[in-house]
């Protein structure tokens, strides 16, 4: 007898559904499409050499530590690697504050499995990373939602939000995965004083923040928590947690993140993760410790901010030139996205058919927003193409809108 699968999968699993657009993307894998579409890194600048060399280090001095279980909580040089590199920052924090994930989409998932019951409100920018949905919606979260504009979200309207009692408020500082914007230092500030006013904690995911390439660094919201709460000296107690991962700086392949909370939160993760994986595996934290030992990552950081740099005036310079003038898109200081409005009464999906056709994918805004809206919006990403590969992606994609929007295409 054929099993009915569906009938026995949980309730949970309802709100796993794949989407249209997802369906639509997977065209976009074909080798012979540009793709704007993922969130992948530029392949040309992964450290293969260095990786190399460290896995024959690691092997032949610590192989069968390598290769053993390992603590729950991460390889401990790891660990005091990053509470070093955090306390570069201004954050005082100890490898007790430090917890090892299979990426941050792990630690997403486990903050999930920690803190949200069904029907608990979670505070979200609108729009918001996708991959933060997917992994509480399997929670059975609801989502307030905060708009976004130019300076982040939007803290005049957070108050209100906040009165619907949220579990925790989750923002993007930096090069928000999906518009690219940063939240700007007064409204960093402002978001610190509102979520202790109303005793709500924050979890800050910050996978970009270290891929500045125009302007000046903001001290993340760890930091200005602290200091709001007159410094933590050793361990931080604070009202946020903050996620970063090596997958931006280093290499997506690793699965390697990193959580700094509370230690009472981290404790509370590490039984969570106890359950999901045991630990993240040895081989990989000790290779990407042994990778990042004297100074290495801070020299990389530079190579990825100028590749990303290129590629971002790439694409805004394409923009200039085919996009219709009816077409307004952010500028992003860093990261790896940028963010389009299209006119109002066009819907991003449509455009992204016609797009297929010619060979180029982006994805459209909509699913971003988890209470709806968003259909002429549309993420662009710009660091996996080469710039010559972006202008010509740009081009084709100007020429799709223009077919929307009904203007004559461009001879160019
Ligand atoms: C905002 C945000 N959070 C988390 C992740 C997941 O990162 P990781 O590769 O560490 O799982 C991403 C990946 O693109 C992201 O953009």
Known sequence: MHTPWE????QRTQRMSSSAIRELLKLTEKPDIIS??????????FPVAEFQDACQVVLRDFGPKALQYGATDGYRPLREQIARHTSRYGIDVSADNILITSGSQQALDL??????????HILVESPTYLGALQAWNAYGAEYVTVPMDKSGMNTDVL???????????????????????????????????????YGVPIVEDDPYGQLRFEGEHLPP???????????????????????????KILAPGLRLAWVVAPPEVIHKMVQAKQGADLHTASFTQMVAHEVSRG?????????????????????????????????????????LFLWGTLPK?????????????????FVPGEPFHPNGGGHNTMRLNFSYCTPETIQEGIRRLGDAIYQIIGSPVRVS
Not at 36 to 45: H, K, L
Not at 111 to 120: E, P, T
């Open 159 to 197: 108050e209100e939000a906040l009165r619907a009692g949220p579990k925790f408020i989750y923002v993007l500082p930096n090069f928000q995965n999906p518009t690219g914007v940063t939240l700007s230092i007064n409204r960093r500030q402002r978001l610190i004083e509102l979520a202790d006013q």
């Open 7 to 10: 009938k026995r999968f949980a």
């Open 295 to 335: 100074g290495f990552l801070d020299q990389h950081i530079k190579l990825i901010r100028s590749t990303y740099r290129e590629r971002r005036d790439a694409m805004l310079a394409s923009m200039d030139r085919f996009f219709p003038p009816e077409v307004d898109w952010t500028h992003p200081e860093g990261g």
């Open 36 to 45: 704007f579409g993922g969130g992948m890194p530029a392949p040309e600048v």
């Open 111 to 120: 903050l999930g499995k920690v803190f949200i019951n069904r029907g608990d």
């Open 345 to 361: 009464h066009i819907n991003a999906a449509d455009v992204l058919k016609v797009a297929i056709e010619q060979k180029v994918a």
């Open 221 to 247: 919201v760890v930091m200005l928590d602290d200091v709001f709460r007159g410094n933590s000296h050793g361990t931080y107690h604070g009202n946020v947690i903050y996620l970063s991962t090596f997958s």
